[in-house]
C-alpha cells in the first residue's frame, strides 16, 4: 500500500500550537515531547490510516485516533490523510468545530 500525504487544517495547526501552550505554562520540555508525540502518531496514519476509528457520530467520513489524552480527528482519501482537529479527549465530540 502506497504512503498518504499527510495534510494539516489550519485549524488543526492552531490545535497544537494551543496544546503547546498550555503545557508549556507548566513546563515547556513536556510541551514539545507531548508535540513530538502527536507528530510521530500522525505520521504513522500516512501507512496506516485504519489505526483510527470510524465516528461517523462526529461527522461522515471523519475518523479518530487516540494519544491520550488528545484526539486526532482526520479524514481519509486515496491519496492523503486531512488532519482536522486535535482535540482534549474530554470534548464532546459531536460538537466540536470541524470547519
Not at 3 to 27: K, M
Not at 43 to 56: D, T
Not at 70 to 94: C, M, N, T, W, Y
Request: net charge negative.
Amino acid at each position: 500500500m502506497a504512503e498518504r500525504w499527510i495534510v494539516r487544517r489550519p485549524r488543526a495547526e492552531a490545535d497544537l500550537i494551543e496544546i503547546w501552550l498550555h503545557i508549556a505554562l507548566d513546563s515547556p520540555l513536556a510541551a514539545d515531547r507531548q508535540i513530538d508525540r502527536i507528530g510521530e502518531r500522525i505520521l504513522g496514519l500516512a501507512r496506516f490510516p485504519e489505526m483510527g476509528v470510524a465516528r461517523p457520530d462526529i461527522a461522515e467520513g471523519v475518523r479518530v485516533l487516540s494519544i491520550p489524552p488528545f484526539l486526532v480527528l482526520f479524514q481519509v482519501d486515496s491519496d492523503k490523510v486531512e488532519i482536522v482537529r486535535i482535540v482534549h479527549g474530554a470534548r464532546d465530540l459531536p460538537s466540536i468545530d470541524l470547519s
